[in-house]
């Protein structure tokens, strides 16, 4: 196994030591394949499109799935929403949300200043933590998007607001066997959100419409669900993007493609979506059956459970390389795909996009002086990976 695969594993084994083995004996979970307390467990990317596109037989609302998590939090509306004609019509509402462009602005905007920093900070031969920048750069975006108002505009307020997106996170740990919460749980989530989410009912009113807030009141998303709209995005586009920030900073160094990349700098939407391929920060989908049905031969209850295993799914076309082409089965499945197909793409890409950049800018290669992964999380990531400019 080369170095960046190696390490790679040792990320996920950090975050839970089972996932190695479970996505890696998930190889064989092809097309798909029933694992005693795990349910349906799929690793084949068309099998997995097929189910993520099927809104009549699979739902995220049942038991198993991440709807059912967050309907014991934000309350039954939440089923309206979250899956079936209600989020369809609020996916609809929302399709413009986010794109290339204004993704793009925003991130240069927001953490545009304090990704210069950090490049000023390499150039003068300092050492970066990239893995803490990217903590502190989702949490700059985040604070941006929820109208967050922040105690002081410096990196450890923002380390904060990462951080209370993780906690929320994390109370999906623990739920893979079962997405019943314990009420103590129910009642801490529910105060963090309420917290998170104390200015979003404002700022929505009176927000310019170039802000989000101001944005889903002109394309007349309700006050309600812009708040669920917002915790939504504070709790999937956190530990994410900031997961696939650091790890795409590593794998480019560890398989040696700096260089090339630097050379040919247009290549930096490979590098990016390999980063994404390669490390799928959401190594998991969970989905739950709605009606009896068949897949692949297999017979499907209403009721059971399904995981897809995306990370096995995108990375057994091999490791990373800026020469693999567009894999049309596996598209962009570690965004997901369907109709809850990830509403953040374009700001996960255009953060990663921005950090490579600032690397790349410096001129010089950079090396990685040390690493630690981060142990016990929901979405595997890097603790800490310090670098510095090569001499
Ligand atoms: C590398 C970073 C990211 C990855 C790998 C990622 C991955 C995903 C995946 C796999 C899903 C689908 C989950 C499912 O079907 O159950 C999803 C949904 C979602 N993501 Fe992302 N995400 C990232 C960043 C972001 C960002 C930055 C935001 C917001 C700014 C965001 C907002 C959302 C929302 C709102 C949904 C729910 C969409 C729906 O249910 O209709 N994500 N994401």
Redesign the pocket.
């Known amino acids: 196994m080369d170095t960046a695969a190696r390490h790679e594993l040792r990320v996920l084994a950090a975050a839970n030591p089972a996932l190695p083995l479970l996505l890696t004996i998930g190889r064989f979970a092809r097309p798909i394949r029933r694992i005693p307390r795990l349910g349906w467990v799929v690793s084949d990317p068309v099998t997995a499109r097929l189910i993520?596109n099927d809104a009549t037989h699979f739902t995220?609302l049942g038991e198993g799935?991440?709807g059912h998590l967050w309907a014991q939090v934000l309350g039954d509306w939440v089923y309206d929403v979250?899956d079936g004609p209600g989020?369809h019509a609020l996916?609809t509402q929302t399709r413009e949300l986010?794109t290339e462009d204004n993704a793009a602005a925003l991130v240069r905007r927001v953490i545009g200043p304090r990704l210069a920093a950090a490049g000023s900070q390499l150039a003068g031969g300092g050492t970066v933590d990239v893995a803490d920048l990217a903590r502190v750069m989702v949490g700059r975006?985040v604070a941006d998007?929820l109208g967050l108002r922040v105690a002081s505009d410096d990196d450890a307020a923002y380390r904060e607001v990462f951080s209370t997106g993780e906690e929320l996170a994390a109370l999906a740990l623990g739920t893979t066997t079962s997405t019943v919460l314990e009420p103590a749980t129910v009642a801490r989530a529910k105060q963090i959100v309420a917290r998170m989410t104390s200015n979003v009912a404002q700022v929505w009113r009176t927000a310019p419409a170039d802000t989000l807030l101001g944005r889903c009141r002109e394309l007349g998303v309700e006050m309600r669900h812009t708040e669920g709209?917002a915790t939504?995005?504070m709790v999937?586009?956190t530990e994410?993007?900031a997961?696939?920030m650091a790890r795409t900073v590593a794998l480019l160094h560890d398989t040696g493609a700096q260089d090339r990349l630097r050379a040919e700098p247009q290549r930096l939407p490979d590098a990016v979506r390999e980063g994404?391929r390669v490390s799928?920060?959401?190594p998991l989908?969970?989905?739950s059956v709605r009606a009896d049905t068949d897949v692949a031969g297999r017979r499907l209850r209403a009721g059971d459970r399904v995981m897809i295993l995306?990370w096995t799914a995108n990375t057994a076309p091999g490791g990373f390389s800026l020469d693999r082409s567009y894999l049309r089965d596996n598209r962009q499945l570690?965004?997901?795909a369907?109709?809850?197909?990830?509403?953040?793409?374009p700001?996960?890409r255009a953060?990663?996009g921005a950090l490579l950049s600032t690397l790349l800018d410096t001129g010089r290669p950079y090396r990685i002086v040390a690493r630690r992964y981060r142990r016990r999380v929901l979405i595997p990531s890097y603790e800490m990976l310090r670098v510095s400019l090569a001499s």
């Open positions: 993520l995220l799935g991440v979250f989020h996916r986010f975006i998007l709209l939504l995005l999937a586009g994410t993007a997961s696939a994404l799928t920060p959401a989908i969970g989905r995306t570690w965004f997901g369907g109709r809850h197909l990830c509403l953040g793409a700001v996960a953060e990663i």
